[in-house]
Nanobody, 119 residues
Framework: QVQLVESGGGLVQPGGSLRLSCAAS????????MGWYRQAPGKQRESVAA???????NYADSVKGRFTISRDIAKNTVYLQMHSLKAEDTAVYYC?????????????WGQGTQVTVSS
């Protein structure tokens, strides 16, 4: 099992910045990667950014150039630095960790942290 604890959400004005953190614990040694998803009211959960065990990153088109995913391996923590925030970035952000297994993949989720972009 993997436990994920997010922090860093809050209220920010348009154009502002926030940094989310996700601390992982448990059976993290075999994870294939971690990432961030978000879910806005009335919408499906969508992938925002991910980083693989090898350090490769990918981003949703809507956040490219504004968000950066990074990690501190020693702290088992993944970060999402968000700049130039827009109202449409408002959502609950969830940390995700995934592991490839013989039958497919295993996904683990944090409890979510609210990000609200509003003046």
């Amino acid at each position: 099992q993997v436990q994920l604890v997010e922090s860093g959400g809050g209220l920010v004005q348009p154009g502002g910045s926030l940094r989310l953190s996700c601390a992982a614990s448990g059976s993290i040694f075999s994870l294939n990667g971690m990432g961030w998803y978000r879910q806005a009211p009335g919408k499906q959960r969508e992938s925002v950014a991910a980083i693989t065990r090898g350090g490769r990153t990918n981003y949703a088109d809507s956040v490219k150039g504004r968000f950066t995913i990074s990690r501190d391996i020693a702290k088992n923590t993944v970060y999402l630095q968000m700049h130039s925030l827009k109202a449409e970035d408002t959502a609950v952000y969830y940390c995700n960790a995934f592991r490839t297994v013989a039958t497919g993949s295993e996904n683990y989720w944090g409890q979510g942290t609210q990000v609200t972009v509003s003046s």
